[in-house]
């Protein structure tokens, strides 16, 4: 869960670095590399049901439960969109490039999106059932004890890959901490992994993170 705290302390800072391996578990299912980006199915080719889409405000209210406040509004908002956009894009049960090791074809999983939009609808319902208010109108700590009520059976020490997400709020968090925007926060500079960069910039330090304008505490 998040803090509402704008700039996270020191000792949350030096537990994410130390887990930060973490963040590359879902690499392989958000993308390579910004140099290598899959067009995403145009909609007459996707089936009716991926058709809907997110909830967005319910959607949104989640993504400022679950998501660092360092981010920003804008940054939480930013981490969302981008988060639609794959989940939009992705071709269920695609193949699946050839690793090293193995000759077999193996196919991507099947399409996870109608469960997560039936989880956010369950949140809501969550909410007014223990809290007496819609989600999206709860406080910041109402929204914080439905989520924990809702993920009380998963298990697990540390994040799932995006696709193996069960939850709509795991897998929210872990697609934003594949991301380079998550490394960049962890080490608080502008390392921006897994996007292309020229090779003059190899041997230079990378630069420090600009401030953050608006705390996404502020979100509702």
Aim: glycine share 6%; charged share 20%.
């Amino acid at each position: 869960m998040r803090s509402d705290d704008a700039t996270p302390p020191a000792p949350a800072r030096r537990h994410f670095l130390k887990t930060a391996g973490v963040l590359a578990v879902g690499t392989a299912a958000v993308g390579s590399s910004a140099c290598d980006v899959k067009e995403p199915a145009t909609v007459d080719e996707q089936p009716a049901s991926r058709r809907v889409g997110f909830d967005r405000v319910l959607l949104d209210a989640l993504a400022s439960t679950v998501l660092p406040a360092a981010l920003g509004e804008a940054g939480v908002r930013a981490a969302t969109d981008r988060f639609v956009a794959w989940a939009d894009g992705y071709d269920p049960v695609a193949e699946e490039m050839h690793g090293y090791g193995y000759a077999d074809v193996r196919y991507l999983p099947a399409d996870p999106v109608p469960a997560w939009r039936a989880q956010l609808d369950a949140l809501d319902m969550l909410a007014r059932k223990s809290q007496r208010v819609p989600f999206v109108r709860a406080t910041p700590g109402q929204r914080t004890a439905v989520v924990e009520a809702a993920l009380r059976a998963e298990g697990g020490e540390r994040l799932p890959a995006p696709l193996a997400a069960r939850h709509v709020a795991l897998a929210l968090l872990a697609h934003w901490s594949a991301s380079p925007e998550a490394w960049n926060l962890a080490l608080g500079a502008q390392v921006s992994p897994l996007t292309c960069r020229k090779l003059d910039d190899a041997v230079r330090a990378p630069l420090p993170l600009a401030p953050t304008a608006t705390p996404a505490g502020g979100t509702t």
